[in-house]
């Protein structure tokens, strides 16, 4: 429980003194997008001689790569501090800026467990025709140590691509068209606003419902607004007191979600244990019966302890759905399947039956 800390709240303030005034060890996840330091040399002009609305604020402006390297340094340092655990930061940034974040990461304890590769769908061209087309971001998601127990929902993020696994490259538009917040003289209230779809991504797969999130470069509030939808608690570091009315705004305007049921995620590792024989003395599936792969070329006998016999090998469901294929290791329980009315059926449901009947549904 998170007794001793505000959420669902914006804190205007320099977001270092700011995270060092939560209690340590109290939020579950981070985000951030910091200054990228572009430390661009002029205007950018299109081929029509317009200029490009690039970022020109004073917040992205440090005047030498030190002064850079020690900002990044004491607000990760806060980062650090305050994360739980368990917790897991994700830092987003282009090539001007995230190998020097990736860097100061390593130095300072976190792990690093992925890059990934945000490939803009919709990138802005090079206009001068200099360089390739900077079409991607680099998101670096580290947990607190190397030996932190993190979260991670494989399952979801399997299930949201459609029963793959999930790449670490993520092909997600720019912020465009009504989702953009503009200001009150109809320009883009901030220059680099990112979607929601790709902190929902995020989101969903390294948090759960009721989890604490800190954005401490909170902007126009991307990170609490799909937090508030899937049922997160957010707390946001600004110092932009345009930014944020822009974002308590946007924030009023979401309902809370009509229920845990929509957006708690359970992963199967998460669930309760049940060993094969519980299949077998309950009946559901007697001595002797035969068990074969999803394509019915391999069988094997159950006997009445809960182990399988292949040929002359016994052992449990997953040993020798692993003998059969030559592998060093297999999930039985998905590997397996026994017929009913002449049709095949993953003993997985077998599974399910028994964990229901015990635990409840989960």
Known sequence: MNKDIRTNVIINGNCIEEMNA??????????????????????????????VDGVDEDWDRFSSLKSYDDFTREWLKAAHRVLKDTGSIWVIGSYHNIFRVGYILQDLGFWILNDIIWNKTNPMPNFRGTRFTNAHETILWCSKSEKSKYTFNYEAMKSLNEG??????????????GERLKGDDGKKLHPTQKPEA????????????????LDPFFGTGTTGAVAKKLGRKYIGIEQNTDYIEGAQARLDAIEENAGMDF?????KRQLPRVPFGSVVERGLLSPGTELYDSKGNVSAL???DGSLKHENATGSIHQIGAAVQGLSACNGWTFWYYKENNKLVCIDELRKQVRDEIYGAA
């Open 302 to 304: 159950v006997r009445a």
């Open 263 to 267: 957006v708690n995620i359970t992963e």
């Open 164 to 177: 793959l696994q999930m790449r670490s490259d993520w092909h997600i538009p720019l912020c465009t068209g």
């Open 22 to 51: 939560l209690p340590a060890n109290s939020v579950d996840m981070i985000f951030a997008d910091p200054p990228y330091n572009l430390q661009l040399g002029g205007d950018l002009i299109r081929p029509d001689n317009t200029k």
């Open 198 to 213: 790709l902190l929902y991504r995020v989101l969903v797969s390294s948090t759960n419902a009721g989890d604490v999130v």
